[in-house]
């Protein structure tokens, strides 16, 4: 199954990414990344996290069934969201919104991708590059 996954940082320009957008069989968000889902017009099936950084707005937009909380600092966001997209089949992600802001940030969402390339086909995407891993 392929997913896009979009994390809480800077989005490329839809053009980037919409090819995959179009292909994924199931749209995730690590928690604030569904703020930005929705601020682009996209749809999330779920949002997965500690729920610190999701819009009440959002929350509402998306209801119960759609949100996966799961508090606890041992882990990311993001690396949440990627747990749960293996939970849910996933086989393939594009991962989206993990640069930006903090550069420790930046390492640590990079650091996680590699982690889980391991167990999916996985590629980001960011404002001029694409990679996998």
Do not use: W
């Not at 594009?94 to 391991?118: E, M, S």
């Amino acid at each position: 199954m392929k997913a896009l996954i979009i994390a809480n940082g800077n989005l490329p320009a839809r053009e980037l990414y919409k090819t995959y957008l179009h292909q994924a069989e199931l749209i995730l968000c690590a928690d604030g990344g569904a703020n930005l889902a929705f601020a682009a017009s996209i749809n999330p099936d779920f949002v997965v996290g500690d729920l610190d950084s999701i819009e009440d707005v959002n929350k509402r937009k998306l209801g119960e069934n759609r949100i996966i909380h799961r508090p606890g600092q041992n882990a990311t966001d993001l690396e949440k969201t990627l747990q749960f997209a293996l939970e849910k089949g996933v086989t393939s992600a594009v991962v989206i919104g993990i640069t930006g802001g903090r550069t420790d940030h930046q390492v640590g969402n990079l650091n996680i991708l590699q982690k889980f390339a391991a167990k999916m086909e996985m590629h980001t995407i960011d404002k001029s590059d694409e990679r996998g891993f």
